[in-house]
């Protein structure tokens, strides 16, 4: 609850340069004690995926700039 709070919170000061969070998820901690990147111990993962969409939203705003 504290978090969804804390995001809309984000979004209504500063609007659409706020990105969707990254839900938590244990790929992320098992990736990370391994010191790989989600994106290669586990690519097709629901983690892997929304790193993606990550990686896809900041290129769009960096496009926008």
């Given at each position: ?21 990254l ?10 004690s ?25 290129g ?6």
């Amino acid at each position: 609850v504290e978090h969804s709070e804390n995001y809309k919170e984000l979004v209504d000061a500063f609007g659409n340069l706020v990105l969707s969070p990254l839900a938590s998820r244990m790929t992320w901690s098992e990736a990370a004690s391994r010191r790989i990147p989600v994106f290669r111990y586990a690519p097709k993962s629901p983690a892997a995926k929304e790193a993606w969409r990550l990686v896809d939203q900041v290129g769009a705003y960096v496009r926008q700039a």
